[in-house]
């Protein structure tokens, strides 16, 4: 009895772990590239920047709107102010004309004055009661004009922040660490952003520090399978005695979908790369242990012997058993 395994060699690819074009968000012509071809980058790093002047004069015309915004909201608030004010006067002048108006009903009902002031002097009560209302319309008024001006204010502010999150993207930085793989473009080139008929890829950029082992299994294979079995690296092109990896390798991944074309699976294991002693496009044969079987009765290939035709054609094997009491017996066996 003894340890079993099936396992199975197969070819694969390093890729990057992550790997993108690189793109603008914007429209431009570039002004500067930081970096060529091979160069190590850290997430962050400025890889080129793009000259569009009209941002920054569209950005200053902004500021001097929100300029104007903001003196139109200080004279609506003088307005409001003003009519408060306004408002103050008038009630105080309505106390006295109050008073002056009981003062002369009491003389008209003694005898001492005529009708006429009083009626003179209701007419100055109404009088100023109606500035009164009319000053309180006008308060509401600038209250709203207030309010409007404010919220113009704030469109204007936003229109603002827009304008210059588009010109932040004139610096085009590097979203992860890795190698700049390629470069597509030279100080001066116009570029467009993702998604337009003609957008323009800036760099390829590729992380190194970790890579994914791309292999491909076929149907008999790929049908057993399954996340974290066994990965060994037997060989790789280039490359002598490569250390054992740590962690151990196994099957990260897989597509659990066949290819259209190919009918073959994709796995993936993760190799991690600190030092960059392996590299993108590098590749070689590894082994998957697809299936273990413990404590499997075995016996030795050269006790097979193959049944053959009369034409020579091998239908099976069968092996040559001895028991217990000497006797030699022929056994078929399924192989």
């Known amino acids: 009895l003894k340890l079993v395994e099936r396992r199975v060699r197969i070819p694969f690819t390093l890729v990057g772990y992550q790997q993108i074009d690189v793109t603008s968000r914007i429209d431009g ?8 071809i091979g160069d ?17 004069v569209e950005i200053e015309r902004q500021e001097l709107v929100i300029e104007e915004a903001e003196r139109a909201i200080e004279s609506r608030h003088a307005e409001q102010q003003q009519a408060v004010a306004q408002i103050a006067e008038q009630e105080a ?12 009903s009491n003389l008209v009902e003694a005898g001492a004055l ?24 006008q308060i ?35 979203p992860f660490d ?17 998604g337009g008929e003609n957008s323009t890829a800036l760099y390829q950029l590729e992380s190194t520090k970790s890579l994914r082992m791309v292999m491909f299994l076929p ?14 690296i037997v060989s790789m092109q280039g490359q002598g005695t490569l250390p054992a990896p740590e962690p151990p390798l196994a099957i990260a991944r ?7 074309g190919s009918r073959m699976m994709r796995a993936e294991a993760d190799l991690d790369n600190p030092g960059g002693l392996v590299k993108p496009g590098d590749y070689g044969v590894a082994e998957i242990v697809l299936e273990r079987f413990e404590d499997q009765p075995v016996i030795p290939v050269s006790a097979l012997v193959p049944r053959t035709t009369a034409d020579g054609r091998v239908e099976g094997y069968f092996v040559m058993l001895v028991d217990q009491g000497n006797q030699v017996w022929r056994s078929d066996m399924k192989v």
């Open 29 to 36: 012509h570039l002004r500067t590239v930081h970096f060529d």
């Open 114 to 137: 005529t009708k006429e002031k009083q009626d003179e002097a209701e007419f100055a009560v109404a009088a100023v009661e109606a500035a009164e209302v009319r000053i309180r319309a």
């Open 93 to 104: 002048l309505l106390e006295l004309r109050s008073r002056e108006l009981r003062r002369i």
């Open 254 to 260: 897989t597509s659990r979908a066949f290819q259209r």
């Open 178 to 194: 890795g190698h700049i793989t390629a470069r597509h473009v030279h100080p001066g080139s116009f570029v467009e952003p993702a």
């Open 40 to 56: 190590p980058v850290v997430a962050g790093d400025l890889l080129a920047e793009l000259h569009v002047p009209e941002l920054a």
């Open 140 to 174: 509401a008024t600038a209250g709203t004009r207030v309010r409007r001006a404010e919220a113009q204010l704030l469109i204007e502010e936003a229109e603002l922040q827009r304008r210059e999150v588009l010109a932040s993207y004139t610096r085009i930085e590097a």
């Open 219 to 232: 149907l008999a294979d790929a049908s057993s399978l399954e996340t974290g079995q066994s990965v060994t």
